[in-house]
């Protein structure tokens, strides 16, 4: 909105001397009110939320709720699975001790690897200014709960949304790579209790640095819907820069 004649332009014709303004530019400039209006030039037939409300919140009561729900879910998950294996039934009663002892290790690693994973999608992705929110699938919850009882885990809790118009291929790929480098960090803060820890700790250190460096590898696969195949397209240098060392760290602690 110029201030001098009134009138509304975009942000690079808003200056008097961009679009020949016709307002008296001697006199004193009086303060325009700002434009109400929710018309996006980008989508022209729908309204869209005042940019400076959108993103009010950081997270949503439905996007905690669904983080919650699907950090749980994981977690009883993996005590499941290690159950179907014979480990909470060895004496052929619910051994609820070990339960425990798994939940508290899974919702400590597991839980973390996944929920992280696409938290680093949504504040990468919010930093570039498009709207992003985690939302569990239930379906996908669901099946990490029944294959369990056979021993794996298909471990599909959900997925961050984003929605924006013009989001370029760099822009999508750093999106992309975020969520293996947050797993890479996880796998290295848990690296010390594998080599230091004893008891739960040695267990904790060993099953996080795994589960988060296995999660990194697998995403950044170039394949489907993975996270690789983004960051494939957006640059393949930056993908074997952070596969290939990652393949090996990945075989010389598991399989060296």
Not at 35 to 42: E, G, I, V, Y
Not at 147 to 171: D, K, R, V
Not at 234 to 254: I, M
Request: proline share 5%; hydrophobic share 50%; with cysteine.
């Amino acid at each position: 909105m110029c201030n001098y004649c009134g009138g509304a332009f975009c942000a690079d014709h808003r200056l008097p001397e961009s679009h020949m303004c016709k307002g008296d530019l001697t006199l004193k400039r009086t303060i325009a009110a700002p434009a109400t209006t929710t018309f996006s030039w980008q989508t022209p037939s729908t309204t869209t939320p005042n940019p400076t409300t959108r993103q009010a919140k950081v997270f949503s009561f439905i996007e905690v709720r669904d983080i919650v729900i699907a950090w749980l879910a994981l977690g009883i998950a993996f005590s499941l699975s290690v159950a179907s294996r014979g480990s909470l039934f060895g004496s052929g009663t619910f051994n609820t001790t070990a339960f425990v002892y798994y939940l508290a290790l899974a919702l400590l690693t597991v839980g973390p690897g996944f929920v992280f994973h696409e938290l680093s999608h949504k504040f990468v992705a919010q930093r570039y200014g498009f709207w992003a929110e985690f939302r569990m699938w239930p379906m996908g919850l669901l099946l990490a709960l029944l294959t369990s009882l056979l021993g794996f885990i298909f471990a599909a809790p959900g997925a961050t949304y984003i929605s924006g118009s013009n989001i370029s291929q760099p822009e999508n790929g750093k999106i992309s790579v975020a969520g293996p480098a947050i797993n890479v960090v996880i796998a290295a803060l848990f690296l010390p209790f594998a080599f230091f820890g004893t008891g739960f700790l040695a267990d904790l250190g060993n099953f996080g640095t795994y589960i988060n460096l296995f999660l990194a590898l697998f995403n950044l696969l170039p394949i489907g819907p993975l996270d690789g195949a983004k960051v494939w397209r957006w640059n393949r240098l930056t993908w074997a820069a952070a596969f290939v060392p990652l393949a090996l760290v990945f075989y010389y602690f598991f399989f060296g």
